[in-house]
């Protein structure tokens, strides 16, 4: 963190912010506030050059044609690739995870490379489109409570070898591979399918990120009685008969 | 042509008699108007009897995101200053209500319809409209719905070989993309407050520039169209340069924008704006949209706002603060059930208003407003929200399935 400033980048919200995902960023900059901490939010168009100094990157989903030409500006740009390299936290959300991905498939039914920054490849599922509330444990190392969450994708996401699953589903598609994976994860860089927005159904990945890019253990409590009253009704929810 | 000089095929005829009857029985039943089940049986029996019904009239179909019911009801009562009109003024907008309304209207000259955005195209083909509205399009029910620059593409194509005055918002980069496959475009500058849906450009993907009220792409040149009427302010400008008052009952700029494309319609059957414009002066409320209701003593305003785009308009309308305000929001089958949406409402607009929040997903907004740092209060119903607010009218916003639940609360 540079001058006492959390420089918080929401990536392409002219191509990539078309299910709320904004929400993401206005949870993180909402509870680093909370903690004291200052925080300049940087919104990049498509058209201007992402900065490398971010310390957290928000990328969020969008419809395909925007994802392709979200895609191909970004590997051109090359800005998030080298934040990423400068070890900057990325989280990145259904269409912005798979650009994240080494592949996935486009608008003309081609399959585009991705920034490769998540060892993850995606296509998409021949059947109905995986839409509905998810519920999910997520990966135990993180330490941090069930996964609440909204999906809306045709995406089916495979991970390989370096890339752990963020979560594992109970409920709901995920990653869409059958084996009950959702999201995938490295160091510093995460992907997920989950709307909702998922920072504001799940305060508490919204400060592991905040602790992540702070290098901190732990960040002083929050009043989160709003957060925990949605989540204990969307988990129920998500698990009476439809 | 007026009225309904060739009598309908007996099937047709018998398809019409069905469709009343099945009416009748499901509102006996209690199970609303009947409009729809109506349709669905005529259109069984007869599944071209759109069509037909639609051949003794002058077709005018109105789409958009926001706003149809409203334009069409703004439409109607202009027109009927040249002609008997008939309107599927309830809002039932896809094929088999809208068969159902015109099934009602024998001698009108006139049907003005609207049409679900989905349905616009395949409605466009089967009633031969002389005129279609596109208001505007913007991000709607995502969980459900097609994504809405491929809307804009499905209108495209749908309207490439209509013969119908198009009459479309040249503020909508979507909207012209759309319309601009036609041969026949009467651009209206109805304005746009929600921008975010058409910052890539529909035709070649270009980052649209969007100096002042301009717009343009960059890359590949597509670019707002001349407009020939336009709102400025609270005038319509006509094609001769001369300005009209808008004096509407109904509240707000998007609402100006609807009575502006309106009048541009009207134009094309002959109707003088200001002739158009004092009729749609008599439209108070709009199947219980804006109107004021009493409810424990107290005033209430109820305004729909299904999505960003409408909430955005209806903030710019309600009253300054501290009238008080209620949000109620559902996320039911016909809301679209993922409430993600909301994170694209600006919700500190509402600064300095008393916030009272209800409905089914009454949590969601609680989380909402407590990121956008508003001070709000979650009520379990209206009862309690009306209680609990300060003395003044009060504003209820509230997203369709809510709206419905509080006009039955207030008996409107």
Known sequence: MSDNSLRLVWVYPDLLSTYGDQGNALVVERRARQRGLDVTRIDVRSDQPVPTSGDIYLIGGGEDRPQRLAAERLRRDSGLARAAGNGAIIFSVCAGYQILGHEFINDLDQRQPGLGLLDVVSTRGEGERCVGDVLGDIDPPLGLPQLTGFENHQGITHLGPTARPFARTRLGKGNGTGDGTEGAYNDTVFGTYMHGPVLARNPQIADLLLRLALDVNALPPTDDRWYEALRSERITAAQQPA | MA???????????????????????????????????????????????????????????????????????????????????????????????????????????????????????????????????????????????????????????????????????????????????????????????????????????????????????????????????????????????????????????????????????????????????????????????????????????????????????????????????????????ADGTDTSWLWDVDYTRLTGHPIFVIGDRKLDLAVRLEVAHQSFQVCQNLDEAVQMAPPGRIEVIANYTAFQDLRRRVGN
Not at chain 2, 55 to 65: E, K, M, R
Not at chain 2, 144 to 169: C, D, P
Not at chain 2, 302 to 328: H, Y
Request: aromatic share 6%.
């Open chain 2, 3 to 333: 009225g309904n000089t060739e009598p309908l095929p007996p099937r047709a005829r018998l398809a019409v008699t069905a469709g009343k009857a099945a009416a009748a029985v499901s509102r006996a039943a209690g199970r609303g108007s009947g409009s729809v089940i109506g349709g669905k049986v005529a259109l069984r029996l007869s599944p071209d009897l759109l069509g037909r019904l639609a051949q003794h009239l002058d077709v005018i179909l109105v789409s958009a995101t926001n706003g149809k019911t409203t334009t069409t009801r703004l439409i109607a009562e202009a027109l009927r200053a040249a002609g008997p009109v008939v309107s599927n003024a309830l809002g039932a907008n896809m094929p088999a209500g809208i068969t159902s309304a015109l099934a009602g209207g024998s001698d009108a000259r006139f049907g003005v319809i609207e049409v679900d955005e989905k349905y616009l195209a395949g409605v466009a083909r089967d009633t031969e409209p002389k005129a279609i509205a596109l208001l505007n399009l913007s991000r709607d029910q995502l969980d459900r719905a097609a994504e809405t620059r491929m809307l804009a593409e499905h209108w495209r194509e749908g309207l490439s070989g209509s013969k119908a005055v198009v009459i479309a918002n040249a503020d909508d980069p979507l909207v012209v993309w759309a319309a601009s496959s036609s041969p026949n475009v009467v651009w209206v500058a109805a304005g746009q407050m929600w921008k975010d849906d058409a910052w890539s450009c529909p035709s070649c993907g270009g980052v649209m520039q969007r100096p002042g009220d301009d717009w343009f792409c960059g890359e590949c040149g597509f670019r707002r169209p001349a407009p020939s009427w336009a709102l400025n302010g609270e005038y319509v400008l006509d094609p001769h340069g001369s300005a009209w008052p808008i004096h509407l009952q109904l509240p707000g700029r998007a609402n100006r924008a609807n009575a502006a494309s309106s009048a541009a319609v009207a134009a094309v059957f002959g109707v003088p704006p200001q002739v158009a414009l004092e009729r749609m002066y008599q439209v108070q409320a709009v199947a219980g949209r804006y109107d004021v209701v009493q409810f424990q003593g107290r005033d209430l305003r109820l305004l729909l706002a299904k999505n960003p785009a409408g909430w955005l308009e209806t903030f710019s309308l309600i009253d300054q603060p501290p009238t008080p305000v209620v949000l109620s929001v559902n996320a039911r089958g």
